[in-house]
């Protein structure tokens, strides 16, 4: 059974950092889109990063580029999200998603595999 499990997330004064990560079992993302996305309360979902494990490439959304930093480690089974400089506006739930196959704009994801989420609270 494919299972995406986010864990990291919690409450920190802006300025602070936190990694989030997206435990993945069921399969080895050896070749998928992995993407991170966040909601904020009456907001629309949005796309934070996605890296593509095939071969490592990366994509940042302008509003966290230069402070987030998406990788996975060497068994691929964990993709990261190092969220360094948070801002209030960050504060959302955070969410990780795996697409099989290369990455492709975030709709892509509407076909794949989700996790259930983690708070992430930034404090002024």
């Known amino acids: 059974q494919v299972q995406l499990v986010e864990s990291g997330g919690g409450s920190v004064q802006a300025g602070g950092s936190l990694r989030l990560s997206c435990t993945v079992s069921?399969?080895?993302?050896?070749?998928?889109?992995v993407g991170w996305f966040r909601q904020a309360p009456g907001k629309g979902r949005e796309g934070v990063a996605h890296?593509?494990?095939?071969?490592?490439?990366?994509y940042y959304a302008a509003s966290v580029k230069n402070r987030f930093t998406i990788f996975q480690d060497g068994a691929k089974y964990t993709v990261y999200l190092q969220m360094n400089s948070l801002k209030p506006e960050d504060t959302a739930m955070y969410y990780c998603?795996?697409?099989?196959?290369?990455?492709?704009?975030?709709?892509?994801?509407?076909?794949?595999?989700w996790g259930q989420g983690t708070q992430v609270t930034v404090a002024s």
């Open positions: 890296i593509y494990t095939g071969g490592h490439s990366t």
């Open positions: 069921g399969f080895t993302i050896r070749s998928h889109c």
């Open positions: 998603a795996a697409y099989v196959g290369v990455c492709a704009g975030w709709s892509i994801f509407d076909d794949g595999y």
